[in-house]
């Protein structure tokens, strides 16, 4: 059996490249480390989770420093990666808060960069060797 | 869509997909916990709606 990137402890420059990428593109860190099967996982249900919170209207939530709440929300929006920008750039995630499922549409596309976040800390610690 | 109980269930979806992918290694086991954390998710999703339910507010 072939030894896989992950069975090997990566050098500090390429774990926090791995943990950018994984940060970038939900899931590209486990498929970086040989972890075929959950980055596969992690890219479809991430970027669908976040897709979904856009199609239910939910907003994407600037970097407001005057209201705490607010840039809190953006700090876990950003967590997706690039899907955030791409979003951004496309006028998409303007939110429509008389919309049924905007708060559905914001807890999902938060909780899809927070659990990216996660994603980040398991690429992380695969790289250093320790799972 | 506007169903709650279907939003919630779509979300406890996806959390529980996640969940299980990044704890458990095999398939097998990735299967079992998701389907146990959904059906958790879910589970007390509507007892809290329940227990919720007679509040005036």
Not at chain 1, 100 to 112: D, H, K, Q, R
Request: charged share 10%; aromatic share 12%.
């Amino acid at each position: 059996m072939h030894a896989t990137a992950a069975d090997r402890v990566q050098s500090s420059t390429t774990t926090y490249l791995i943990c950018v990428a994984a940060w970038a593109i939900p899931g590209a860190g486990h498929l970086w480390l040989g972890r075929r099967q959950k980055g596969v996982t992690f890219l479809i249900a991430l970027v669908l989770m976040f897709v979904t919170g856009l199609w239910l209207e939910g907003r994407l939530f600037p970097f407001e420093p005057s209201q705490p709440l607010v840039a809190l929300a953006a700090f876990a929006d950003v967590g997706i990666g690039l899907s955030f920008f791409v979003a951004k750039a496309m006028h998409a995630g303007a939110g429509r808060v008389v919309a049924i499922t905007y708060e559905y549409g914001n807890a999902f596309m938060m909780v899809a960069g927070l659990l990216n976040m996660l994603v980040v800390l398991d690429a992380f610690d695969i790289a250093q060797g320790r799972k | 869509m506007t169903s709650h109980l279907a939003l919630m269930a779509l979300f406890a979806l996806f959390v529980s997909i996640v969940f299980a992918a990044l704890t458990r290694d095999e398939p097998r086991e990735q299967l079992l916990f998701g389907a146990k954390l959904f059906a958790g998710f879910v589970g007390a999703g509507i007892v809290a709606g329940w227990v919720l339910y007679p509040l005036p507010f």
